[in-house]
């Protein structure tokens, strides 16, 4: 099984990719700016979609408490389906999806409390005092039990930054506790968000202690919204808020509908929207909540031409990300197509577009549940993926893919991530810093 690694931009071929325009040509010819549509989504789910999330995100976090180790919470970065996991490997970016679901069970009473706060204290404990960190950035795989970098991974920006974000929320929704708002306060404010500049205006990808910084960095629009707003809006060692507008927004163009984005699996529209609330916003470029909404309808006609290669992708059965595959994991998608689809089925595509079109995306997983049982719902939610014409189905679940499905069902029922989230004062200030304001003028989604 091969392992989830850091995001890469994926290759492809002359033939597969359409190469995106820049923000600046693509305005020449829209009057409306990036993200806006005539099709509006349809946001009521029944009564039924509730309860199959209320369902979902009950079995979701038991993975990250179950796929933790009790003695330093870090989770599990994949773990079978059925029967027990030996496995060691446990990724930051888990962790951090894994203290969110911490969060969300004493919400909703998925498990005691008392039982989560203990956890998440336990968790920071020992992100603090015993596991490895360069400059206040992790590695992205870690030993479960020791803490230790596994298989020579990277010292990792964004997957820092998931993990950061799980924390913030605890900071907030356990704030009565003040050893976890000092933990969690000291895990933010000791990354040097400088350092990972590396001299230049965007944010490097990553560090090797062998080799140095890593020659990729986050300079075309992705899934580091958050990630950059954070870095903008530390208290220490924070980047300049140039470094917003320093990442390129290139547009892709699809069925009518254009959208912000670079060639990239359908999770770099989700990752931003699990904590920081983008709702009735915007920046000079775009509100990118609707943004996203623009980029998971495009996605959704996309899997529909695919149809015609895939007859078994429709309306009740679409949605491809970065996944694990009957040969691996890939990173797969569009549009512009690539990755060398096969017509797998990945149910955190639509599971994390939960709040981009929630009657949309939750049809295509009662549908799945409905049709294909216990094959695809598990003790843990929903498979990673499948491929219906080979009957193949993934034995492992990862906990990234777990971990957005979770937050983004609860997104839609309550927004409590983003409620939560949103309170932390570092992330309104650098909103404000970058030039947010409110949009009277986009397409509701709530």
Request: charged share 15%.
């Amino acid at each position: 099984m091969g392992q989830t690694a850091a995001p890469a931009q994926p290759q492809t071929s002359p033939t597969e990719e359409k190469t995106p325009k820049r923000e600046s040509e693509v305005a020449k010819k829209y009057p409306h700016p990036p993200g806006q549509f005539i099709n509006r989504p349809l946001t009521q789910i029944s009564t039924v979609v509730d309860a199959m999330l209320d369902d979902m995100e009950g079995r979701g976090v038991a993975y990250f408490y179950d796929q933790a180790h009790p003695m330093t919470g870090l989770v599990r970065d994949h773990a079978p389906a059925v029967g027990r996991s030996e496995s060691r490997v446990a990724s930051i970016a888990a962790t951090g999806f894994g203290l969110s679901a911490l969060c969300i069970a004493a919400h909703r009473k998925y498990m005691l409390p008392s039982v989560c706060e203990q956890r998440v204290e336990t968790t920071l404990a020992f992100l603090l005092e015993q596991c490895p960190h360069v400059h206040g950035f992790l590695y992205h795989f870690l030993d479960i039990e020791s803490g230790e970098r596994l298989f020579g991974s990277e010292l990792s920006s964004i997957d820092t930054s998931l993990l950061l974000s799980g924390i913030l929320l605890c900071r907030q929704y356990f704030s009565g506790n003040l050893r976890i708002h000092a933990l969690a306060t000291t895990l933010y404010n000791r990354v040097d968000w400088k350092w990972m500049l590396n001299g230049s205006d965007t944010l490097s990808m990553g560090w090797l202690p062998e080799t140095g910084f890593i020659q990729y960095r986050w300079d075309v629009y992705a899934e580091m919204l958050t990630m950059l707003l954070m870095a903008i809006g530390a208290s220490r060692n924070a980047v300049p808020p140039t470094a917003w507008n320093a990442v390129t927004r290139p547009i892709i163009e699809f069925g009518g509908i254009d959208f912000i984005s670079g060639v990239a699996p359908l999770f770099v529209h989700q990752y931003a929207h699990a904590w920081c609330d983008f709702r009735h916003l915007r920046d000079e470029h775009a509100n990118y909540f609707v943004n996203s909404v623009a980029a998971t309808r495009a996605h959704q006609l996309f899997c529909l031409t695919l149809g015609r290669q895939f007859p078994w992708m429709d309306q009740n059965l679409w949605g491809i990300t970065a996944s694990e595959s009957p040969t691996g994991y890939r990173v797969w998608g569009g549009p512009p197509q690539f990755g060398g689809i096969d017509g797998t089925i990945v149910p955190c595509a639509t599971a994390g577009s939960l709040v981009f079109l929630p009657a949309e995306c939750s049809h295509v997983l009662l549908s799945i549940r409905e049709k294909y049982g216990e094959k695809a719902w598990t003790r843990y939610g929903f498979i990673d993926a499948f491929q219906p014409q080979s009957n193949w189905f993934a034995e492992d679940q990862l906990g990234i893919d777990l971990g957005i499905s979770v937050l983004m069902a609860e997104n839609l029922r309550t927004g409590f991530c983003w409620n939560y989230f949103m309170r932390n004062n570092e992330i309104t200030n650098a909103m404000q810093m970058v030039g947010f304001q409110p949009d009277s003028g986009n397409s509701e989604a709530f």
